[in-house]
Each structure stands twice: as C-alpha cells, then as structure tokens.
C-alpha cells in the first residue's frame, strides 16, 4: 500500500516562500507519477505540477509556472515543492499524489494515493 505523507506548510507572509516535501513509501516508484495538487475553500481541487518518478520529466499548471518548483530525490523516496514570491491567493491545503503510470495527468480523477494535506496560509 503506497502512504504519503506532506509536511512543510504554514503561515508565510506575502512574498515569502516554503518548501513542501512529500514522503512516499510501500513501493517502488519507478512506474509511478506523482504530482501536487490545492484546493482552497469552496473551490475545486487545482493541478499544480507532476513529475514523472524514473526520468524526472516534469509538467506545470499556468498558474505554477515561474514561482513553484517540483522536484524529487530518488534516493529518499520524496517529493517536493518551493514556493516562491507566495500570494494571499495561494492560501490553500496542498496534497500529494500518486498515480501507477509514467503518463502525466492533471485531472486528480487519475490520481489513486493522496496524502493528507498540509495547510498553507499567506497573510501578513
């Protein structure tokens, strides 16, 4: 069974940044795709970015292009995410996810293992 388990949320003030990690564990994830997700209050869930586990091919929603980074390291068997020049409107609760196939999807329908969340705030 494939646990996710975010950490690294909190509060930032505009303009701040933090690093989101995401530790993936109970397989070997060479044939997976993992990817990072928001959804803020009474919206839906938003893409932000996947990442393909074996060749580390990378994919961005618009609104991550240029202040969010996703990155993994084999070796830990973790993800992660800066967030960089961070907005009051990226306040939200951010998950990890995980998908068996090395085909990248943005729709969180494809996505079968999420973590818990981790909540972040922006207000000064």
């Known amino acids: 069974q494939v646990q996710l388990v975010e950490s690294g949320g909190g509060l930032v003030q505009p303009g701040g940044s933090l690093r989101l990690s995401c530790a993936a564990s109970?397989?070997?994830?060479?044939?997976?795709?993992m990817g990072w997700f928001r959804q803020a209050p009474g919206k839906e869930r938003e893409f932000l970015a996947s990442i393909r586990w074996n060749d580390g091919s990378i994919y961005y929603a618009d609104s991550a292009k240029g202040r969010f980074t996703i990155s993994r390291d084999n070796a830990k068997n973790t993800m992660y995410l800066q967030m960089n020049s961070l907005k009051p409107e990226d306040t939200a609760v951010y998950y990890c996810?995980?998908?068996?196939?090395?085909?990248?999807?943005?729709?969180?329908?494809?996505?079968?293992?999420w973590g818990q969340g981790t909540q972040v705030t922006v207000s000064s």
């Open positions: 996810a995980a998908r068996r196939s090395t085909v990248i999807a943005v729709t969180p329908q494809f996505y079968t293992y």
């Open positions: 109970g397989r070997t994830f060479s044939s997976y795709t």
